[in-house]
């Protein structure tokens, strides 16, 4: 059984240079950022680009992945925050957007580093837009943009295309950079309230939580020494509610085994779930999957992220997969993003089903 206690404190954040005003216009946000463009009648322009393109999009996974290596080796997992408050918040466009998959351990790694209570963030360009100014000597923090685009055939400026005749599409990925609201002046702050959370379920069960959870199609029971999910029964084993810690680690560990459960074949259908029992590096990489999957929902539900102890023993897989392939914590954040929405799209729209 897993007897989670509060996370460690962060040791560093995640934080890019402070940009140049004019480079960060041309750069600001994550839709424009890009800047791919090709014009005619400058093709060593258009070719010069493509190349500038490629390697921008090598560097950014290798950028974002040292850095969650940086943590790791320090003992620092940036999918469980710590916040004073005890629970934590996504963090926040400056318009109320929360940001999605790694941009979630980016930030959150940057703003307890720092000691930022506010969620809301925005790019250099934006915060001049809304009236307010960079102070100066900020540090920015890293954030990523992921898009498609359509190359055109060089010679005839015509977009290229499959065999089907289809347009051929490519991704990329783009780094910008960011500034939490604490370190702009000049804003209407009255616009990025920082969030009261009501910290749940430190000593007895939450009515509340009792039927969120009951309305997720997989059934739990309560007894026996060890949280797990059975895939072959499609089922999840909690310990007692009285055996954990606290209440709030009860309904972390079940936010857990739940984020297991949404890679059933009638799910998501997750490789690394369906081939759990293969090898230590599935079995790894699973897990990554499911703790930052659980730290997402928790910060939805408004419990605190708790640190599984008995994964104290990944963090050398964690390590050799990231080390191995620098998109890995890309690929493990998207599931976890997946699975966690796949959970409350339940619990916020199913009838409720009462637990075993």
């Known amino acids: 059984m897993c007897r989670a206690g509060d996370p460690p404190p962060p040791q560093s954040a ?44 090598i560097d950014v996974y290798e ?18 925050p710590s916040w004073a408050s005890g629970a934590a918040t996504l963090p926040m466009r400056h318009e109320g957007t929360p940001y999605r998959g790694i941009n979630i351990l980016l930030l959150w790694s940057a703003a307890m580093g720092h000691g930022y209570a506010n969620p809301f963030w925005m790019t250099y360009r934006q915060a001049r837009e809304l009236g307010g100014q960079v102070r100066k000597g900020e540090k920015g923090s890293l954030v990523v943009h ?12 015509q977009h290229q295309s499959d065999d089907d005749g289809e347009d051929r599409t490519r991704r990329y990925l783009k780094r910008y950079v960011v500034f939490n609201v604490e370190q702009i002046d000049g804003l209407d702050m009255a616009k990025y309230p ?14 509340d939580l009792d039927a969120a959870f009951a309305r997720y199609p997989v059934p739990y029971s309560e007894g026996g020494s060890s949280a797990f999910y059975r895939q072959s029964e499609d089922r999840i ?3 007692a509610f009285g055996d954990f810690v606290s209440g709030n680690a009860f309904y972390a560990t079940l936010a857990h085994e739940g984020i297991h459960s949404t890679g059933h074949p009638d799910r998501l259908d ?4 369906r081939d759990y029992g293969k090898s230590k590096e599935i079995r790894a990489f699973e897990e990554l999957i499911a703790e930052i999957g659980a730290a997402m929902l928790c910060a939805q539900l408004g419990m605190k992220p708790t640190e599984r102890e008995d994964h104290a023993a990944y963090i050398a897989d964690w390590l050799k997969a ?18 966690s929405e796949l959970i409350l799209s339940h619990m916020t729209d199913e009838p409720a089903r009462q637990a075993a």
């Open 63 to 80: 950028e974002v992945t040292a850095s969650i290596i940086a943590l790791l080796e320090e003992g620092t997992r940036p999918w469980s």
């Open 146 to 157: 992921a898009g498609t685009f359509t190359p055109k055939d060089n010679e005839a400026e």
């Open 237 to 239: 084993q909690m310990p």
């Open 270 to 273: 997750r490789d690394s779930l």
């Open 194 to 207: 920082v969030p009261v959370v009501e910290i749940k379920n430190r000593d007895e069960r939450d009515p």
């Open 322 to 339: 990231l080390r191995g392939d620098k998109r890995a914590i890309f690929r493990a954040a998207a599931a976890a993003q997946a699975a």
């Open 14 to 57: 995640l934080i890019a240079p402070f940009p140049d005003p004019l480079r960060q216009q041309a750069e600001a946000d994550d839709a424009s950022a890009f800047g791919f463009i090709f014009r005619k009648g400058n093709k060593h322009m258009a070719r010069k680009s493509a190349r500038s393109a490629q390697a921008n999009r």
